[in-house]
T-cell receptor, first 116, second 113 residues
Framework: GAVVSQHPSWVICKSGTSVKIECRSLDFQATTMFWYRQFPKQSLMLMATSNEGSKATYEQGVEKDKFLINHASLTLSTLTVTSAHPEDSSFYIC????????????FGPGTRLTVL | AQSVTQLDSQVPVFEEAPVELRCNYSSSVSVYLFWYVQYPNQGLQLLLKYLSGSTLVESINGFEAEFNKSQTSFHLRKPSVHISDTAEYFCAVRNSGNTPLVFGKGTRLSVIA
């Protein structure tokens, strides 16, 4: 079946540093990927839609200069949290619909970011 | 805009008892409906989905959900729960095409021995 991977699975960093999270579709192409954020004991909130070869579209209230998204190929999207602060600590999850088969989205296992 | 309401944030239930997790959605167009399960410290796993056809959909581990268009509901049920069913359950909705999922706030199912 279709698989989406994320790397790293967890990361701890100091305040002010930048962290890059990768999302890969392993056996299918994904022209679109979605990035979600999940705070402890809360639901997933859509942050942005990543589009291969074009700019990402961000949800209201999400700072595009803080959360940089690059969808450089049909199998890879990256989310970079720039100048991370403790309030950015969260669980970041990506998902990808299989191009040509948009009925199902496949979720990555998530990346837990802790900013000290 | 679409929205999903999960009325119960927590549902404790004894082992082998039946359970129903409620989900209502709002949308002005046709939608796809999903239930995802998240075990502690793990990612989301698709439990079951309704795309079209039969309004009753089933998962391989005994859960089922019924799409009710008139009541805009997609409640999840299981006739007999196990300890291993303890997890967070999320109801989600989306339109067709490359559109993102909109999630409910989740229901924590706790199965008690």
């Amino acid at each position: 079946g279709a698989v989406v991977s994320q790397h790293p699975s967890w990361v701890i960093c100091k305040s002010g540093t930048s962290v890059k999270i990768e999302c890969r579709s392993l056996d299918f192409q994904a022209t679109t990927m979605f990035w979600y954020r999940q705070f402890p004991k809360q639901s997933l909130m859509l942050m942005a839609t990543s589009n291969e070869g074009s700019k990402a579209t961000y949800e209201q209230g999400v700072e595009k200069d803080k959360f940089l998204i690059n969808h450089a190929s049909l199998t890879l999207s990256t989310l970079t949290v720039t100048s991370a602060h403790p309030e950015d600590s969260s669980f970041y999850i990506c998902s990808a619909p299989r191009t040509g088969r948009t009925d199902t989205q496949y979720f990555g296992p998530g990346t837990r970011l802790t900013v000290l | 805009a679409q929205s999903v309401t999960q009325l119960d944030s927590q549902v404790p239930v004894f082992e082998e008892a039946p359970v129903e997790l409620r989900c209502n959605y709002s949308s002005s167009v046709s939608v796809y409906l999903f239930w995802y399960v998240q075990y502690p410290n793990q990612g989301l796993q698709l439990l079951l989905k309704y795309l079209s056809g039969s309004t009753l959909v089933e998962s391989i581990n005994g859960f089922e959900a019924e799409f009710n268009k008139s009541q805009t509901s997609f409640h999840l049920r299981k006739p007999s729960v196990h300890i291993s069913d303890t997890a967070e359950y999320f109801c989600a909705v989306r339109n067709s095409g490359n559109t993102p999922l909109v999630f409910g706030k989740g229901t924590r199912l706790s199965v008690i021995a």
